[in-house]
């Protein structure tokens, strides 16, 4: 039988030095699928090169990490709590749609400030609201969040859907009208956000009685519940707070790099990645603003592999390694393996 | 005593530390050996380190120093594997039998796991030999779960025979039996030993430990403390050994407690006609009683009469279906633990981790969480120098053993724990503390600060309202005893109590 054995007094320093091994083993590991995929040494080398070095790829993954992240800081609170929602997903779509039609379809004129800031807002509502929901069927009905913000996911995909196809169609294809350049923002704007939301997340969870409460909530619900804390108000709280980020994920996605949409079944899912960034950072929210960077930087990747000529399962294939090798690297420096 | 040490011992183990990653050491340099054909009881209190002793010497547990010699040979036993393959074997706690095998099938596996390849066929005749010669009574064709604890013991001792281990080892093996089944144990284990097995026989039971071994080791903070001849050992010696010395006479401390005259104060908890009824079946049936300030009431009776549901209704956590709960005058039937806890009351439950402790945090976070909530100064955004002052005065208030504010609350020890439970609770000062087992599983110094730190506070003029199954501890401390019952309350009694009339009752 195979034993893991926690080692114990194992430093921060040396999970970190762990997981930036992993990575590079996993990256190796990437380039070797490549090359069985057909492309030479040099290409596999090139498109790593790029995807780290060059001022456009770099870009692309600062304004992708933007939604990943405001998704996955969110959760990260959500998590603490054991709200394991996964409504992000959903969240970020409707935040798009939001800011979409405030911004190319509501008619309002927007100082550069306004036109920042109000989809923002209305994203993150809008979010918040989505979030709501989850919560009070947990709380009023007992419906276990998975489910209902699964579910939750699909029917805001329809309802995407027909906003896209129907009334927000421009043309012959299923495609909407674009943000005006002026309200577009430039992608070092968007790790600017992320980075804001993260310290104040940060701050709210290790500095106030919230996190506490949230903290203390989702390691030990009855203890919380003893010594106070109201269960019903950890959740709304926790479900809100997730549901806003995630919304405004959706905004900086419009804002930053997406711009207009088209039907909902070629959207890559940055409200799942960020499921993924949260529970890669162990809930903390300041690895989980690191772990979007790194996890945008691995999709970034895959494109450029796919455009240089590597089929879409070894992508995917490619991807999975890095993820796993640095999530193998950190679990040995944790543990011990023994057999038993 | 001359014969013994001419012996040659089948089993010794010399110098064994073990020090677990949280840092505590639960073995201290032990030296212990088995001679062959003799019954060796481990006696000490929860948490002196017998159950670590033994795991080091069968390979579970790695020790840090030390050395295993078997049959005069130095062994290097790094998994349990070995142990069976040498000749140890481990009874543990809980015996593992696989629920969805059969008893054959189970003690083929182990079987083969010791490197002994047989056949299913063949297990069973080997256990119908087995049962011949040591009346070890179990059917091979019997699921594993439909086998009583006693049972599980008997085919865990048969994989022993099987296996001809030279020392058998059994983790508590009375703690879940009945008594016929305890005494039936003890009787096989002295036959086992007769026919030259070394028998290691872990116990908390002074009194077990003179019935059945040869020689008694006592272990206490995980050294080794005495080593008896069981012909010649007093009860008191043994105490002495366990607890160390002076601790003996705190029987009879709070003899001398002032008797506290009531009807004059104002009831603190008042419960009027409390009905708790759980799937459809009545746990607590029209409870009524009350709690005076400077009074520590106890509620005695036998664990799963409906102590639990009261306990949690009265914190909040349970809302009862007919009755009323009132806390210093407020009525609080339907109001839930944080308002309680904002009238003044303070909870010690009874289980440490996970209810009145958050596992995996800090010491300083579990002071913090419970005391931002009520009136304490600490606002929404969290001052957490502040917080490593109330931490430091609380560690101080009962002397709790730790490193400071940042150790893991995992890392203390149960005792420690409910020191800093009843310091963080007393430190909020509460008009009133409701508390369960707030003695169990600790050692009996350790169980006689937290007595003495009730009754002090019960002199600062809190209201207890304990619930115990330590009949003995109520006797002890309380002002007043409520019996319970089935749900039902058999009794009130008063200092100075009769033990034999509340016994009575709790058996109504």
Same mark, same amino acid.
């Given at each position: 039988?195979?034993?893991?054995?926690?080692?114990?007094?194992?430093?921060?320093?040396?999970?970190?030095? =762990?997981?930036?091994?992993?990575?590079?083993? =996993?990256?190796?590991?990437?380039?070797?699928?490549?090359? $069985?995929?057909?492309?030479?040494?040099?290409?596999?080398?090139?498109?790593?090169?790029?995807?780290?070095?060059?001022?456009?790829?770099?870009?692309? $993954?600062?304004?992708?990490?933007?939604?990943?992240?405001?998704?996955?800081?969110?959760?990260?609170?959500?998590?603490?709590?054991?709200?394991?929602?996964?409504?992000?997903?959903g969240?970020?779509i409707a935040g798009a749609i939001a800011a979409l039609w405030l911004l190319a379809y509501s008619g309002?004129?927007?100082?550069?400030?306004?036109?920042?800031?109000?989809?923002?807002?209305l994203s993150?509502?809008l979010?918040?609201? $989505?979030?709501?929901?989850?919560?009070?069927?947990?709380?009023?009905?007992?419906?276990?969040?998975?489910?209902?913000?699964?579910?939750i996911n699909y029917i805001i995909l329809v309802v995407a859907n027909y906003i896209i196809g129907g009334p927000f169609r421009e043309g012959p294809f299923a495609i909407t009208r674009s943000v005006?350049?002026?309200?577009?923002?430039?992608?070092?704007?968007?790790?600017?956000?992320?980075?804001?939301?993260?310290?104040?997340?940060?701050?709210?969870?290790?500095?106030?009685?919230?996190?506490?409460?949230?903290?203390?909530?989702?390691?030990?619900?009855?203890?919380?519940?003893?010594?106070?804390?109201?269960?019903?108000?950890?959740?709304?709280?926790?479900?809100?707070?997730?549901?806003?980020?995630?919304?405004?994920?959706g905004?900086?996605?419009i804002?930053?790099?997406q711009y207009s949409m088209s039907p909902m079944s070629v959207f890559?899912?940055?409200?799942?990645?960020?499921?993924?960034?949260?529970?890669?950072?162990?809930?903390?929210?300041?690895?989980?603003?690191?772990?979007?960077?790194?996890?945008?930087?691995?999709?970034?990747?895959?494109?450029?592999?796919?455009?240089?000529?590597?089929?879409?399962?070894?992508?995917?294939?490619?991807?999975?390694?890095?993820?796993?090798?640095?999530?193998?690297?950190?679990?040995?420096?944790?543990?011990?393996?023994?057999?038993? | 005593?001359? %014969?013994?040490?001419?012996?040659?011992?089948?089993?010794?183990?010399?110098?064994?530390?073990?020090?677990?990653?949280?840092?505590?050491?639960?073995?201290?340099?032990?030296?212990?050996? !088995?001679?062959?054909?003799?019954?060796?009881?481990? &006696?000490? +209190?929860?948490?002196?380190?017998?159950?670590?002793?033994?795991? %080091?010497?069968?390979?579970?547990?790695?020790?840090?120093?030390?050395?295993?010699?078997?049959?005069?040979?130095?062994?290097?036993?790094?998994?349990?594997?070995?142990?069976?393959?040498?000749?140890?074997?481990?009874?543990?706690?809980?015996?593992?039998?696989?629920?969805?095998?059969?008893?054959?099938?189970?003690?083929?596996?182990?079987?083969?796991?010791?490197?002994?390849?047989?056949?299913?066929?063949?297990?069973?005749?080997?256990?119908?030999?087995?049962?011949?010669?040591?009346?070890?009574?179990?059917?091979?064709?019997?699921?594993?779960?439909?086998?009583?604890?006693?049972?599980?013991?008997?085919?865990?001792?048969?994989?022993?025979?099987?296996?001809?281990?030279?020392?058998?080892?059994?983790?508590?093996?009375?703690?879940?039996?009945?008594?016929?089944? %305890?005494?039936? &144990?003890?009787?096989?284990?002295?036959?086992?030993?007769?026919?030259?097995?070394?028998?290691?026989?872990?116990?908390?039971?002074?009194?077990?430990?003179?019935?059945?071994?040869?020689?008694? !080791?006592?272990?206490?903070?995980?050294?080794?403390?005495?080593?008896?001849?069981?012909?010649?050992?007093?009860?008191?010696? &043994?105490?002495? %050994?366990?607890?160390?010395?002076?601790?003996?006479?705190?029987?009879?401390?709070?003899?001398?407690?002032?008797?506290?005259?009531?009807?004059?104060?104002?009831?603190?908890?008042?419960? +009027?006609?409390?009905?708790?009824?759980?799937?459809?079946?009545?746990?607590?049936?029209?409870?009524?009683?009350?709690?005076?300030?400077?009074?520590?009431?106890?509620?005695?009776?036998?664990?799963?009469?409906?102590?639990?549901?009261?306990?949690?209704?009265?914190?909040?956590?349970?809302?009862?279906?007919?009755?009323?709960?009132?806390?210093?005058?407020?009525?609080?039937?339907?109001?839930?633990?944080?308002?309680?806890?904002?009238?003044?009351?303070?909870?010690?439950?009874?289980?440490?981790?996970?209810?009145?402790?958050?596992?995996?945090?800090?010491?300083?976070?579990?002071?913090?969480?419970?005391?931002?909530?009520?009136?304490?100064?600490?606002?929404?955004?969290?001052?957490?120098?502040?917080?490593?002052? *109330?931490?430091?005065?609380?560690?101080?208030?009962?002397?709790?053993?730790?490193?400071?504010?940042?150790?893991?609350?995992?890392?203390?020890?149960?005792?420690?724990?409910?020191?800093?439970?009843?310091?963080?609770?007393?430190?909020?000062?509460?008009?009133?503390?409701?508390?369960?087992?707030?003695?169990?599983?600790?050692?009996?110094?350790?169980?006689?600060?937290?007595?003495?730190? *009730?009754?002090?506070?019960?002199?600062?003029?809190?209201?207890?309202?304990? *619930?115990? +199954?330590?009949?003995?501890? &109520?006797?002890?401390?309380?002002?007043?005893?409520?019996?319970?019952?089935?749900?039902?309350?058999?009794? +009130?009694?008063?200092?100075?109590?009769?033990?034999?009339?509340?016994?009575?009752?709790?058996?109504?």
């Open positions: 039988m195979l034993l893991l054995e926690e080692r114990g007094g194992v430093s921060r320093l040396m999970v970190i030095l =762990g997981a930036v091994t992993g990575v590079l083993i =996993g990256f190796s590991l990437a380039v070797l699928l490549t090359l $069985i995929a057909g492309v030479s040494l040099a290409g596999a080398l090139n498109a790593l090169a790029y995807t780290y070095a060059s001022g456009p790829a770099i870009a692309s $993954i600062l304004a992708l990490s933007g939604p990943i992240a405001c998704s996955a800081i969110g959760l990260t609170v959500a998590y603490r709590a054991r709200l394991i929602t996964i409504a992000s997903e969240q970020v309002l004129k927007m100082g550069p400030l306004e036109g920042f800031m109000a989809p923002l807002l993150g509502l979010g918040a609201t $989505i979030g709501f929901l989850v919560a009070l069927l947990k709380v009023k009905l007992h419906v276990n969040e998975i489910l209902s913000s699964l579910m005006p350049h002026e309200y577009r923002v430039s992608y070092i704007i968007i790790p600017a956000v992320t980075g804001l939301i993260t310290l104040l997340l940060w701050f709210l969870m290790s500095r106030t009685k919230l996190g506490l409460a949230v903290e203390a909530y989702g390691k030990a619900p009855r203890a919380a519940e003893t010594y106070g804390y109201n269960p019903s108000r950890i959740i709304f709280s926790v479900a809100l707070i997730s549901g806003f980020t995630a919304g405004i994920g905004a900086l996605m804002l930053g790099f890559p899912g940055y409200g799942y990645m960020g499921v993924l960034v949260a529970w890669l950072s162990a809930n903390n929210p300041l690895a989980a603003f690191a772990a979007s960077l790194f996890i945008s930087s691995i999709a970034v990747y895959g494109r450029l592999l796919q455009a240089s000529g590597v089929p879409l399962g070894y992508v995917l294939g490619a991807q999975a390694l890095i993820v796993l090798s640095a999530l193998t690297a950190v679990t040995l420096v944790k543990y011990r393996v023994r057999w038993l | 005593m001359i %014969a013994v040490t001419e012996r040659k011992p089948v089993l010794e183990a010399r110098g064994i530390t073990v020090v677990y990653p949280n840092g505590v050491a639960a073995n201290v340099d032990v030296n212990f050996k !088995v001679y062959e054909g003799e019954i060796v009881a481990l &006696l000490g +209190e929860n948490g002196a380190g017998k159950s670590t002793l033994v795991r %080091a010497v069968a390979g579970i547990v790695r020790p840090n120093r030390g050395e295993v010699y078997f049959q005069g040979r130095k062994v290097a036993i790094s998994n349990y594997s070995e142990a069976l393959r040498l000749g140890i074997y481990l009874v543990s706690q809980s015996p593992h039998v696989f629920e969805t095998l059969t008893v054959a099938e189970d003690v083929g596996l182990t079987l083969n796991r010791a490197g002994v390849k047989v056949k299913l066929g063949e297990v069973e005749k080997l256990l119908a030999s087995a049962s011949l010669e040591y009346d070890v009574k179990v059917s091979p064709r019997e699921l594993g779960w439909r086998l009583s604890m006693g049972e599980k013991q008997r085919v865990e001792i048969a994989k022993a025979l099987l296996l001809n281990s030279k020392v058998i080892m059994l983790d508590e093996p009375t703690t879940h039996l009945t008594p016929v089944e %305890a005494s039936s &144990l003890l009787d096989m284990l002295r036959r086992l030993a007769s026919k030259g097995k070394g028998i290691v026989f872990i116990t908390h039971k002074i009194g077990e430990a003179m019935e059945v071994a040869d020689r008694i !080791v006592v272990m206490r903070g995980g050294r080794v403390t005495g080593e008896f001849n069981a012909g010649n050992v007093t009860r008191e010696s &043994l105490l002495e %050994a366990m607890f160390g010395s002076g601790s003996i006479n705190f029987e009879g401390e709070f003899k001398s407690r002032p008797l506290k005259e009531d009807g004059s104060r104002a009831p603190l908890i008042d419960v +009027e006609d409390l009905w708790i009824v759980e799937y459809g079946v009545p746990r607590v049936k029209g409870v009524t009683f009350s709690v005076r300030e400077g009074e520590i009431v106890g509620v005695a009776g036998v664990a799963g009469n409906g102590q639990r549901e009261l306990f949690e209704a009265l914190i909040g956590l349970r809302k009862p279906v007919r009755g009323r709960v009132r806390i210093s005058g407020v009525d609080v039937t339907s109001l839930g633990p944080g308002e309680r806890v904002k009238l003044g009351l303070a909870v010690i439950p009874e289980e440490r981790l996970g209810w009145a402790l958050v596992p995996g945090l800090s010491v300083k976070f579990n002071v913090a969480f419970a005391l931002a909530s009520v009136n304490s100064g600490l606002g929404f955004i969290v001052d957490w120098a502040k917080v490593d002052r *109330i931490t430091r005065e609380v560690i101080g208030l009962t002397k709790v053993k730790v490193a400071g504010g940042d150790a893991p609350v995992n890392s203390l020890s149960g005792g420690n724990m409910q020191r800093l439970i009843i310091a963080r609770e007393l430190f909020r000062k509460p008009r009133m503390v409701i508390a369960m087992n707030p003695t169990g599983g600790l050692d009996y110094a350790t169980s006689v600060e937290v007595r003495k730190l *009730i009754v002090k506070a019960s002199g600062e003029g809190a209201g207890f309202l304990i *619930i115990s +199954e330590d009949l003995g501890e &109520l006797l002890e401390i309380s002002d007043r005893i409520i019996v319970m019952s089935r749900g039902s309350l058999r009794g +009130e009694f008063r200092r100075p109590f009769n033990f034999d009339s509340i016994a009575r009752s709790m058996a109504d």
